[in-house]
């Protein structure tokens, strides 16, 4: 029998107390566990895996998106199909009634930015192991009520609540800016959270008086949360912003007491690697495969996100041996790519040197994009503050070259050709903002 209060003290002891051996002993045993569950009850990974040797869990192939969304109906444990399920989920956004179960499960569509579309499944019990998870281990200010107000495009499963302690609000991120202020100003959370590009917006209606709420917290989630924006939102509503780290597959990472941001080992196991699958060291970056603990009508074996993160090689002052991500850098296939200057080779360069050189070379630049076309090509879309003559322009341009021309040089890589371009950049929230993108395919991933 599940005992939620034996749950919280497992959670906390686990998190404040355990050894980096205790970490890997345990997750061993559930790798075990979860390995001989889903051979057995999924018929996909029971094809999958056949021939590999089951115990030898780091050789195994990787699933992703495409594999999961194409084998829903196999990999499920639970018999359901993949048509089915999606009808629910088209149903569901249609008439924007995101309560109902189907067939005792909830069942919700994550929005990739290439347009293809993922099902994001979880049963009742698995929805509320993970926000128990959230709700122990979530370093929630003191206060006599928590009213969160979480600005979410699509529903994630199992969130909403209305109790005595805990109020949790949807905003869409879909209404126009001057509803969402409204929403927000009669909602007045004390917690506020939402992806960092809608924070920004709000931080900007903060400032110029339209919205009146004060939180005690922000919390960035579904985008990368750069420095500079996460500094612009901590300053204009004079709080702090922490990070929480989630795909539709896993909850991956939650930020503790001193605003880390720690995986839950316990619940997922991470594994950072390089492009030919080994690990890297922690502080270098890698990619993202996730293996889940909780899910089990949809096993997540080795799942390879298009996400890619640097691990902190410090360890935290709050104690817990729970690794830390220093920086998660986006999505692996809009990194940047330099030629290699002595071989052919491509490499990567993390999009906050190009971020970074961007906004600090003028204090015009109100908006950006940069786009590589090619290893040799990078577009710069830039929207300036209003009446900026010619020469300032000029100079703009040429203090992103200088600076770009360094990261590339530094990274022993070709400085690719770069050309400017002018426009009215409005924020697409329906889309994750994506200010650094790249339009050619490089198959790191596969
Ligand atoms: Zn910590």
């Known amino acids: ?31 075990d566990k979860l390995m001989k569950f889903a051979v057995k009850k999924s018929k996909y990974y029971s094809t999958f895996y056949s021939g590999y ?12 998106k495409q594999l999961f969304m194409d084998n829903f109906t196999q990999l499920n444990t639970v018999g359901l199909t993949r048509e089915e399920c999606i009808n629910h989920c088209l149903e569901k956004e249609q008439s924007r009634d995101f309560s109902e179960y189907y067939k005792g499960y909830l069942v919700g569509m994550s929005t990739g930015t290439s347009g293809n579309r993922g099902i994001e499944f979880v049963s009742k019990f698995e929805a509320f192991m993970m ?14 009520r928590i009213n969160l107000a979480f600005i979410l495009r699509v529903f994630s499963p199992g969130f909403g609540h209305n109790g005595r302690k805990i109020r949790i609000t949807y905003v869409s991120p879909l209404d126009p800016m001057e509803t969402i202020v409204e929403k927000l100003n009669v909602l007045n959370p004390n917690l506020l959270s939402g992806p960092p590009s809608v924070l920004q917006a709000l931080a900007r209606a903060k400032n110029e008086g339209s919205l009146k709420v004060s939180p005690i917290l922000i919390i960035s989630y579904g985008e990368v949360l750069s420095t500079n924006v996460k500094k612009i ?8 912003v ?14 503790c007491k001193d605003g880390k941001l720690h995986i839950n080992e316990d619940t997922t196991y991470v594994e950072v690697l390089d492009k030919n699958n080994e690990p890297v060291k ?11 603990f909780i899910k089990r009508k949809t096993p997540i074996i080795r ?8 691990i902190d090689p410090e360890p935290c002052s709050c104690g817990s041996k729970f690794r830390v991500i220093k920086e998660v850098h986006g999505r692996a296939d809009d990194i940047i790519l330099g030629k290699k200057i002595s071989s052919d080779e491509l490499q990567f360069i993390l999009p906050d040197y190009i971020r970074r050189s961007i906004i600090s070379s003028s204090e015009h630049i109100e908006e950006y994009n940069a786009i590589q076309t090619s290893p040799e090509n990078l577009i710069i879309k830039l929207q300036l503050a209003a009446n900026i003559d010619n020469q300032v322009k000029k100079d703009i341009e040429s ?3 200088q600076g770009l021309a360094n990261i590339f040089t530094k990274h022993n890589s070709e400085v690719p050709e770069i050309e400017f371009l002018y426009l009215n950049l409005k924020q697409d929230f329906d889309k994750k903002l994506r200010r650094i993108q790249r339009s050619f395919a490089e198959d790191f991933l596969n």
């Open 282 to 292: 922690p502080g270098e970056p890698g990619f993202v495969v996730v293996t889940d």
């Open 131 to 144: 926000q128990l998870l959230v709700f122990f281990r979530f370093p929630f200010p003191k206060t006599r």
């Open 303 to 310: 799942y390879k996100l298009n996400d890619l993160l640097t």
């Open 242 to 255: 922490v990070e929480v780290y989630k795909s539709s597959e896993s909850f991956i990472a939650l930020p």
């Open 53 to 64: 040797n089951l115990s030898d869990f780091s050789n195994l192939p990787f699933i992703n």
């Open 233 to 240: 939102v901590e300053t204009d509503f004079n709080c702090s």
């Open 399 to 401: 203090t992103i070259q």
């Open 1 to 31: 029998m599940f005992n939620p209060l034996r749950f919280l003290w497992r959670v906390n002891n686990r998190f404040e107390n355990w050894e980096e051996e205790d970490i890997k002993k345990y997750q061993s045993k559930q790798i």
